[in-house]
């Protein structure tokens, strides 16, 4: 088919795919950042090339979209996820987010529209899909039905409640009518895994059974995914992009509001802990210190401050950490191999716990606590695709 045009809009950029392409091949096996429009755009030296790449989201995720591309420079994989999602709420006959002053907008000008401004493919403005909301979810499947071009990744920006056992068979049936690559975006407070045990199981199942299933928008979550089939995934560079809300809902933080400190990804527990509770804990103890390229030998209770240069180097000392691991993933075989050595560096992490509290010397309720989702990782069986 004839890609929309839009004049002096595209820039000049490698793997930026033609509309009849499958983005698979060029996205399959990576892990991407999924970034904040509100901050300036970099080059990140802590994105890997082979195993890497963008996700842009926000407002104005199309603007900065465009000058990765055309002012930084940056050639690697990049999608725009305008984030429809978290205003618009799916419904049976508008599954679809689409401009409402423009009398001739469709979804083949909005994924269009993406491209020309440097996406590598296109993501359907899809909304978000309540709990049990069946007929919606069925909606974006048949809206997705009649999408022609190739180079469409079919958002699913879903409540995690699907993720229960009384929904987990509904998704796994309609997600596998989709026959377009699908990037699965789970709404819910804090960690969305958290709010059933058997989540990180089913969404475990869910990325085993169907094709061409993807994780975005999501923590540590996303390596669980890729160990268990999915084609690719995201994780968010702050808190805030590491899950989503329902529209009308505000992210609650921890912290209770103010001052918006970093997360720090913890290499040894494999979590990710606020910097202001990490400096606090480790107040009378030496704290552990981290060898990526960002921190070269340094403790990391040093993130402490809201300032955004120690935003941007807890982001890379973060993304470093995640990237070394899957890297480390993508050098084992597919399958019980790959499946084996995520189950094991997992148990690993739950071990670490009770020698770190000990070495704080505090109890388990006052120290580190390893997140439910871990938990299961580390013990769910492995199991082959």
């Known amino acids: 088919m004839t890609e929309l045009s839009f004049p002096g809009q595209r820039p000049t950029a490698l793997r930026v795919l033609d509309s009849n392409v499958s983005p698979l091949p060029l996205l399959r096996g990576r892990v991407l950042v999924h970034e904040n429009t509100r901050f300036i755009p970099r ?46 709420t799916a419904t049976v006959d508008e599954p679809f987010l689409l401009p409402r002053d423009d009398m001739f907008a469709d979804v083949e000008t909005s994924l269009s529209f993406q491209k020309a401004r440097g996406a590598s493919a296109a993501l359907t403005p899809t909304g978000y899909v309540e709990p049990e909301n069946a007929r919606a979810l069925k909606a974006v499947w048949h809206a997705a039905e009649r999408i022609e071009r190739g180079d469409v990744i079919v958002s699913l920006p879903i409540d995690a409640a699907w993720l229960k056992d009384s929904h987990i068979r509904q998704l796994i049936a309609i997600c596998t009518q989709i026959k377009q690559p699908k990037a699965l975006i789970l709404a819910g407070q804090f960690d969305p895994l ?11 199942r869910l990325m085993s059974e169907v094709e061409h299933m993807a994780l975005l928008r999501s923590d540590l979550a996303a390596l669980d995914a890729m160990a268990y089939g999915a084609s690719f995934a995201g994780i968010g560079s702050d808190s805030s992009l590491r ?11 921890a912290s209770g509001g103010g001052a918006q400190y970093p997360k720090v990804l913890l290499p040894n527990l494999m979590c990710f802990k606020g910097a202001v ?15 990526c390229d960002e921190c070269d030998g340094q403790a ?41 050595w995520w189950r094991d560096k997992c148990a690993a992490a739950v071990e670490q716990y009770a020698l770190e509290n000990q070495r704080l010397g505090v109890s388990s309720r006052a120290g580190f606590q390893a997140p439910t989702p871990l938990k299961a990782w580390a013990a769910l069986p492995a199991g082959t695709r």
């Open 277 to 291: 509770g990490l400096a606090n804990k480790y107040a009378n103890t030496p704290p552990p210190v981290c060898y």
């Open 194 to 204: 958290e709010g059933a045990k058997e989540m990180p199981a089913n969404l475990r």
């Open 243 to 253: 899950h989503s809300v329902a529209p009308g809902e505000r992210v609650l933080v």
């Open 43 to 88: 080059m990140r030296h802590s994105i890997d090339d082979d195993l890497g790449g963008i996700v842009v989201t926000g407002d104005t995720a199309d603007e900065r979209a465009f000058q990765l591309r055309t002012e930084v420079g940056f050639t690697g994989p990049l999608l725009i996820d305008s984030a429809p999602y978290k205003t618009h």
């Open 300 to 340: 990391l209770d040093r993130f402490d401050k809201p300032d955004g240069l120690t935003r941007q180097e807890s982001e890379d000392h973060n993304v470093l950490v995640w990237g070394g691991w899957a890297s480390e993933m993508a050098a084992h075989a597919a399958g019980a191999d790959r499946q084996g």
